[in-house]
């Protein structure tokens, strides 16, 4: 339950910096400006996928401890 509750949050965030970077124009911008925008568009990218991974599959957490 624990890993769905931290997808949820991951998708969450990844969509929400997916949608600021694109409206604000994608990672256009000249040297190490534009290639941290553009970093900061794959992070959101990969934030929402494996955001959306966690939670479909839940990762395994039984809840249980040792």
Do not use: C, E, H, P
């Not at 900061?40 to 479909?56: C, D, E, M, N």
């Amino acid at each position: 339950m624990k890993n769905r509750i931290y997808g949820g949050i991951g998708v969450l965030l990844g969509g929400a910096i997916l949608i600021s970077g694109l409206i604000s124009g994608g990672g256009s911008g000249q040297g190490a400006y534009g290639a941290g925008r553009t970093t900061g568009l794959v992070f959101g990218g990969l934030l929402l996928i494996v955001g959306l991974y966690y939670l479909v599959k839940g990762g395994g957490d039984t809840g249980k401890k040792a």
